[in-house]
């Protein structure tokens, strides 16, 4: 009985799909670009098929993940074959990550076209930022983002990767921007939160927290092999009659978010003001602060005659967020 050889896959420099078979011999490179359904199965759209018995339109099965180049890679479930596109990380949004793909046909015309993943995002236990899949069975793949990444002076995310133009072998340093907003409820944890509902975000494992005049500073451990840096959420400190405790951070666009804390208050020399930050649930986060006397100028005056009497008080707020 003849034994049927098995087809294997590729993809080649061009982004184009290689069919092999029979080991190192047949080789059939064909113009075909991929797709990306809303089932997160990658189609291959082929212009012809070297066999009979192969449609022009293929579904590959397979689990997702990214090379150290950042590149999108599948690695096919019935023979391990790794397809790796050639691809740059173009957009994230909350529930998806946007890839770009180019490919050049055989008559030397060049195409360029979008993958798009559909999933959320989380943080890894070495608070690296990760994209899950979305899988059937409520499994996932994840795609792990291996560098380093910055908050700027809008509060914003930032994630950075470098990579080596396939033409000109220039190193080129691409930035991902991620929109969200910050949450400190814990001592030990900070969180960014991208989509509530859709639980995606990423809530990372850092130091105490240190007030500056102008923010938070975190120390914090990114990679299997840590990376150590200090990142500072920036903001500044005010009383609101009405709310209590403030952090109000800067987002994009001009726009102002505010964290509102509960704090155990004491009157320090010169009337400054020594809080001790606890979170909504009143659990202490291991912040303290000192506030000056003119920050409570026509807003503080009933704390600080209260704490004249050398009483520890409390400056309680009402849990949540205001724009």
Request: hydrophobic fraction near 35%; aromatic fraction near 10%.
């Amino acid at each position: 009985m003849r034994k049927i050889e098995k087809i294997r896959y590729e993809i080649d420099p061009l982004n184009r799909l290689i069919f092999k078979k029979g080991g190192a011999g047949f080789r059939y490179v064909v113009d075909s670009t991929f797709r990306i359904d809303k089932n997160n199965l990658l189609t291959c759209q082929l212009k012809s098929s070297p066999y009979p018995s192969i449609p022009r339109q293929l579904k590959l099965c397979g689990e997702w993940s990214l090379d150290k180049k950042h590149n999108l890679t599948l690695t096919l479930n019935k023979t391990q074959d790794k397809l790796i596109l050639k691809s740059e990380i173009i957009a994230t949004r909350a529930d998806a990550l946007v890839f770009s793909v180019s490919t050049r046909d055989s008559y030397g015309k060049t195409h360029l076209y979008t993958l798009q993943l559909e999933g959320r995002w989380h943080a890894d236990k070495h608070n690296r930022l990760s994209f899950l899949v979305k899988k059937q069975k409520d499994s996932y793949d994840t795609l792990t983002l291996t560098g380093s990444w910055e908050v700027n002076a809008q509060n914003q995310l930032i994630y950075t990767y470098t990579k080596t133009a396939l033409k000109t072998k220039k190193k080129i340093t691409q930035a991902i921007t991620f929109k969200g907003f910050w949450d400190i409820t814990e001592k030990y944890r900070i969180s960014y939160a991208l989509n509530e509902e859709l639980n995606s975000g990423f809530d990372f494992r850092v130091s105490l927290g240190k007030p500056l005049k102008r923010g938070l500073q975190y120390e914090i451990g990114i990679g299997a092999a840590p990376l150590k840096k200090k990142i500072t959420l920036f903001g500044s400190w005010k009383i609101n009659k009405k709310l209590g405790l403030l952090f109000e951070m800067p987002c994009e666009e001009g726009r102002l978010r505010s964290i509102v804390f509960e704090a155990a208050c004491s009157l320090g020399s010169g009337y400054n003001l020594n809080l001790r930050l606890k979170n909504p649930r009143h659990e202490d986060l291991g912040i303290n602060l000192k506030l000056s006397k003119t920050l409570f100028k026509n807003q503080g005056e009933a704390f600080l005659e209260a704490l004249k009497e050398g009483k520890e008080i409390s400056l309680l707020a009402g849990a949540g967020f205001r724009w």
